[in-house]
């Protein structure tokens, strides 16, 4: 090994939200250690939740998306940004990391090391996923190559493959531009993280937005001829001009699977609520990296940006120094835009609880957003479980048009907080006749529960 | 005194959202009881919130303000309904409640009795408050005579007496129907429940939406001439053509007041969480009564609908033998919609920990209510509040424009659920950029504090 480049106080391996929070926040409390952030890719800090919303048009300049000016911050806050350069292993004893910038290793030492490798999309093992007009959504670079590419092509039809959260708002992206749209799922139906009576909201919202829906297909692979795809599924060939494949993430990091840092089954680091891995001296944070569960107490995988923010910020302050930073854990809050219907997730739902092993019951409820009499009212529909052993509220879900995904935020609280489904049903929440109903709606949904009681 | 009409099990005093919750509740568990409801108005259950609504022309027909059908309940769920009718006293050892129906007196037996006997708008001692054309807005009869007159008379301005949240609804009401607006208020600002910084926004609002305000103004008279009135002050005489005052609410218990049923030193029944006042069998419910507070465990008396609907139904589930039924109390959280700007409060601002002894430390912050990139992104203001010893959150207010209010609520779990700041700066709230940017309004806010700290 070549000698060092140079020794940081601390070295952050990932450039995007996690990675820059810890630079920022680590840099705000200790104005004189040496940082040294390494991000192979060509952006740091973008907006990777931004990118729909690009592709759509709604966003003219991907420049927008990027969430801090890279020279500003280097000058600013005295830190050292190296892109296009890639991490390949890491030596914990001698506190070293061998970076590949083009075809040259360089060595750098840290005194404190926090990776934020993100994780990339899962490429399924799909006959045909190397041609032409086949693309993944994962990180900007990705974002600018569809975008590019619909205005060269101008495709009149785009298969997506993976009926998740952003195969959903990808296919909104698309339906806004005119492009007739197919969605092909190998599971029984798109959104399947949320339960059957949230999911029909969100299907009929789909259909009705003209998105056609293949779901149930086991998916055999991409053809390609003269420029045309086909995805070949066990419910027929679909064809497309443009391939979109949204099956998922995987951690970045098989350049550490052989070293003494602990991960879970899906080989995502393991962490605590410091941030803190295993090793000391060593964090992890953001998409490749575990988080606890507060419902659970367990250590799951579940990659989101507002996670990645908060890993990140705990990470660099721990770093510094400021110990009492914690970040507890996540209740696995997600919200996601469908056409207009307003969808939010927190905690388990019936199938999640089942699946954890948590005795749970579940209601649902259609109630209205506002005053009955107020013009604009609309319907909310609900789900809400608790644990049957403990009445703990344990998760909802919530879809609507007026204020539904935000609504999903009180449920969130309570189930940090250990609140009872009894508590949650009296809980004194606002009201006014345009903003509630006297009885607002989560308050209506825990109602039921303490009716069903009686 | 005559022989008595007829003996009730549960006999209920008022028929508005706390007495008729009480008698739907009570009549749902036990389909046996005698139960009979007294009102002295000519409605029962009337969306007294919804009347500046109503005035404002955006709801047609004051018959969508009834929540419950008279007939439809009489004849379904079997209970006696008499409008017209007011309880003149009560005898607690006879269990026997005297009623006045045109110039006749009745007796009337009980089991249970639950009192709902709400509010009525507070006279200020005004010279000329009995001018025609001076209005007060409380009950159903009183939204209607408003909406009459305006219709007849056309007035080209008014002046609103007090600005509190149902001031600044009548005048957005009024403006909207290209009405010129003064609002006098005595003290030193319109909406003096709320802190300076979020004031700031309302005032701005009204100012921006032609509402003129006059504040710190004693309020002398009201003189009348010729069917022209003016509302004299210290800070001059403002005419108007109709004036409406709306300077708070007094308990309908004055008929009730030598008995040995304890009040508090505004004269509202005091109840605890089963909504039992201090006589066996005894209930109130809603503006009559007062409401346990959650962050000092005080009896308040802090009349509002939503607080009426819960202390109405626990109070009939009582009745009826249901007895872990519970409205443990309020965190205080109100909305209230001033043109475009949606507001919302709960718990304690700085002045009201200070007023309550609770040692407080108070931020306030500016946020965005979505991702920056996203077009319709606009700000949302806030403040928040902790108790300086326990760091518990105890209060936030929000004003904006895209979710504001709604997103208090967030807050009032927390208070109830005693969360500390530093819980709630790491608090798990979902993330779509259509909905809310990386941090949270409400994390963000509470990282202020978590910041300071350092």
């Given at each position: 090994m070549a000698q060092r480049e140079k020794d940081y106080d601390l070295l952050v391996i990932g450039g995007d939200a996690a990675g820059m929070s810890a630079a920022s926040q680590a840099r705000r409390i200790d104005p004189a250690m040496t940082i040294g952030v390494f991000d192979k890719g060509e952006h740091i800090s973008y907006a990777a939740c931004g990118m729909p919303y690009y592709i759509a048009g709604q966003i003219a300049d991907s420049n927008e998306l990027i969430a801090v000016d890279r020279d500003e911050f280097v000058a600013k806050r005295n830190v050292d940004i190296t892109n296009g350069a890639e991490a390949v292993r890491v030596d914990f004893d001698a506190r070293e990391v061998v970076i590949r910038v083009g075809s040259e290793e360089r060595a750098y030492g840290f005194r404190k090391l926090v990776i934020a490798t993100g994780a990339r999309a899962f490429r399924p093992?799909?006959?045909?996923?190397?041609?032409?007009d086949v693309f993944f959504l994962r990180n900007l670079s990705d974002g600018i190559a569809i975008k590019t590419r619909l205005a060269e092509k101008r495709p009149k039809r785009i298969v997506t493959i993976g009926g998740g959260f952003i195969g959903l708002e990808l296919a909104e992206a698309f339906r806004g531009l005119g492009i007739e749209t197919v969605i092909v799922e190998r599971m029984e139906s798109v959104a399947m993280s949320m339960s059957p009576f949230i999911r029909e909201r969100i299907i009929t919202t789909l259909q009705k937005n003209g998105v056609t829906l293949v779901t149930g297909a086991e998916i055999n692979a991409i053809v390609e001829a003269g420029g045309a795809l086909g995805v070949v599924t066990g419910a027929g060939t679909f064809d497309a001009d443009m391939v979109v494949i949204s099956t998922g993430v995987v951690p970045n990091t098989e350049f550490l699977i052989a070293s003494p840092l602990a991960f879970d089954s899906r080989k995502a680091i393991v962490v605590n609520g410091k941030s803190e891995t295993n090793l000391p001296g060593v964090y992890a944070a953001g998409d490749c990296a575990t988080v606890p569960h507060l419902v659970t107490g367990k250590d799951v995988y579940m990659p989101l940006g507002s996670t990645a923010n908060k890993q990140g910020r705990v990470a660099g302050l721990q770093v510094a120094g400021v110990a009492s930073e914690v970040f507890p854990g996540i209740v696995g809050s997600q919200f996601v835009k469908i056409f207009d219907l307003e969808v939010g997730k927190t905690g388990f739902n019936a199938a999640d609880a089942e699946r954890e092993g948590v005795p749970a019951e579940s209601v649902t409820a259609t109630w209205r957003s506002r005053a009955g009499y107020c013009p604009k009212a609309q319907k909310i529909f609900m789900t809400l479980t608790i644990n049957?052993?403990?009445?703990h509220v344990i998760g909802a879900e919530l879809a609507g048009t007026d204020g539904a995904a935000l609504r999903t935020n009180v449920v969130a609280a309570a189930i940090a907080a250990r609140m009872t489904i009894d508590e949650l049903a009296y809980l004194d929440l606002g009201y006014a006749p345009p903003f509630s109903p006297v009885w607002d709606p989560v308050n209506a949904a825990a109602q039921k529960f303490v009716k069903r009681g009686m």
């Open positions: 093992p799909l006959r045909g996923i190397d041609a032409p049957a052993d403990t009445r």
